[in-house]
């Protein structure tokens, strides 16, 4: 089947302080494609939508089934929360990626698992949510402190900026566990981070927390939540971009404001893909445990 690609409104302003367009962000995509692709590959696509560019709040768009094209992969999922068939795009190809962009989507946000098995994520995420009172100094000492107890429980971790205001750090675990246990772990490590520190916080709830609480989020690692990926474009002034990083990068004076899509072509193609081992050989949990207990 040929795959015809149309592209509309290219000269549209997506950041009006930047004069950043939305031809720019198509773009990006398209060189970016080999390094993000990995990340998308057969993976449901929860689609948050920026037509109008990032002064406009956008929309999600989960059930796409009606605007995909006939080539593109879909996946048809069942959400207990509408009791309905919901209809996700799935990215595993370049004009896939671009179809993407043009509906108005900055960002792109996978699942953790693949099509063929939903239940079991890849990676294990733990999300570094600061407040708007903390500093990106105090970020960097909670993904600090994680990588101190992932080391003692020699486990592999592969860090990333968001691309907004905190970091991500994922675990691989190859599909070997389920949901609930990627959870119930991750649930772990979080709180050994909020031991080590007492500006962290597990209270999800905005008005239960201190106002100057860093969230160490664990709850990402269920079926259907989701991250802006690895290599994805972000909403946010700039133009910035989710940014795998070297651990002896993550350090006092590190800004997620570093990495845009008008400078970040040229690190990728020199470092090559920082977050492949994410995709790699999973850890054992109850070996990690041995070690962490001790």
């Given at each position: 089947m040929v795959k015809q690609l149309t592209l509309t409104n290219l000269d549209k302003i997506y950041w009006p302080d930047e004069k950043i367009t939305k031809g720019d962000l198509i773009q990006y995509y398209e060189?970016?494609?080999?390094f993000i692709l990995?990340?998308?590959?057969?993976?449901?696509?929860?689609?948050?939508?920026?037509?109008n560019g990032i002064r406009d709040n956008g929309f999600f768009h989960k059930d796409a089934g009606d605007i995909a094209p006939a080539w593109m992969?879909?996946?048809?999922?069942?959400a207990e929360s509408t009791n309905k068939i919901?209809?996700?795009?799935v990215c595993n190809d370049v004009k896939s990626l671009l179809f993407i962009a043009n509906l108005g989507c900055i960002e792109m946000n996978p699942w953790n698992s693949v099509?063929?098995?939903l239940d079991n994520p890849d990676y294990i995420v733990i999300d570094i949510d600061p407040s708007d009172k903390n500093s990106f100094n105090e970020v960097i000492d909670?993904?600090?402190?994680?990588?101190?107890?992932?080391?003692?429980?020699?486990?592999?971790?592969?860090?990333k900026t968001s691309g907004a205001s905190g970091l991500h750090v994922y675990i691989p675990c190859n599909k070997k566990y389920r949901y609930e246990e990627a959870r119930d772990f991750a649930r772990i490590l979080a709180t050994l981070v909020t031991e080590k520190l007492p500006v962290t916080t597990l209270e999800r709830s905005l008005s239960k927390r201190k106002k100057n609480q860093i969230y160490v989020d664990y709850l990402q690692n269920s079926r259907g939540q989701t991250l802006a990926s690895a290599y994805s474009a972000r909403p946010k002034p700039g133009a910035t971009v989710s940014?795998?990083?070297?651990?002896?990068?993550?350090?006092?004076?590190?800004?997620?404001?570093?990495?845009?899509?008008?400078?970040?072509?040229?690190?990728?193609?020199?470092?090559?893909?920082?977050f492949k081992g994410t995709l790699g050989k999973g850890i054992d949990i109850s070996k990690a445990l041995?070690?962490?207990i001790k």
């Open positions: 060189d970016a494609a080999p990995p990340y998308l590959k057969n993976r449901p696509l929860s689609l948050k939508r920026n037509p992969k879909t996946a048809d999922i069942y919901v209809h996700y795009l099509v063929d098995k909670v993904a600090l402190a994680l990588k101190e107890i992932l080391d003692k429980g020699k486990l592999s971790g592969f860090c940014t795998p990083l070297e651990w002896k990068e993550v350090k006092y004076g590190l800004l997620p404001s570093d990495f845009t899509i008008k400078n970040v072509l040229k690190r990728f193609n020199k470092k090559g893909d920082l041995s070690l962490l």
